[in-house]
């Protein structure tokens, strides 16, 4: 409540924008899910009574998709039961590597596996390590720029961050989550009050990245937006405001 009073006191005085009103009413804190309201809508939108073209089926243009594209969309899921075994260190890398690494620069700008609003990347991925070959277990802060992880804390942390997560047993099963959380104050310094919407888009290209190449590994994810928001925070030693969590994403060897 002391916080919801300083950013209601804050868009009174209009240092803070609406948008950081809803992220605070939106945190699970003490809040429940609301029940369904209204009529359901569907899940497909039909447009009825207007000319169509057929399109070619998925499997008659799978062809056109190099490199094996194709399949590992089309067996993309959203995998919450892992097998027996942890996860390699080099399996770690190329997760990271190729869904939020740095792979060179151009004019002035990183250039990143995930498209983003002004090529501010404000994406940022701690890995929460309980059985990772060859690495302490622990919360790590990913540091792209020296493709390094860096121990924030070190321990088994899983059990906590699945009792953050509404008790979701396959966050704590997991041997790895990665927890992504964005850098607000990035996006924000260039696009003011526009920024809350686009630092959901580059968490959900950032998110999408992982589930492909954990499909491409063999390794199985799942992303987790159900979680107490402050508590996530001072997991990580973030302080919920300039940099705040978005997903966690358990990974393990796919069945």
């Known amino acids: 409540m002391e916080e919801m009073g300083r ?5 009174g005085s209009g240092e803070v924008e609406p948008a950081r009103v809803y992220h605070e009413f939106a945190k699970l804190d003490g809040v429940r899910f609301p029940a369904p309201v209204g009529r359901f809508p569907g899940l497909v939108k039909r447009v009825r009574g207007l000319r169509e073209v057929k399109l070619p089926s998925g499997r008659d243009v799978a062809h056109l998709l190099k490199g094996g594209l194709a399949e590992i969309i089309v067996r993309r ?5 892992y097998g027996p075994g942890g996860v390699r260190l080099e399996e770690l890398a ?6 939020v690494g740095i792979w060179g620069s151009k004019y002035g700008y990183l250039l990143r596996p995930y498209p983003s609003a002004g090529a501010l990347q404000p994406v940022e991925v701690y890995p929460v390590i309980g059985d990772v070959d060859g690495v302490e277990p ?8 020296s493709s ?3 121990l924030l804390r070190a321990g088994d942390w899983r059990g906590e961050l699945m009792r953050i997560a509404l008790d979701q047993e396959h966050v704590g099963e997991a041997p790895l989550d990665l927890v992504l959380t964005v850098v607000y104050a990035r996006t924000r310094w260039k696009y003011g009050i526009r ?3 686009y630092v959901h888009l580059d968490t959900g290209f950032a998110a999408q990245n992982i589930y492909l190449v ?9 992303a987790v937006g159900a979680f107490y928001d402050d508590d996530l925070s001072d997991l990580l030693g973030i302080d919920g405001w300039n940099e705040f969590p978005m997903l966690i994403m358990p990974v393990g060897r796919r069945r």
């Open 7 to 11: 950013v209601l006191a804050g868009v």
């Open 77 to 81: 899921r959203s995998r919450r039961e």
């Open 94 to 99: 190329a997760l990271l590597h190729f869904s």
């Open 138 to 145: 622990g919360i790590y802060h990913y540091d792209p720029s």
């Open 148 to 150: 390094s992880l860096k």
């Open 195 to 197: 920024a809350y919407r």
């Open 214 to 222: 954990a499909e491409a590994l063999g390794l199985g994810t799942c």
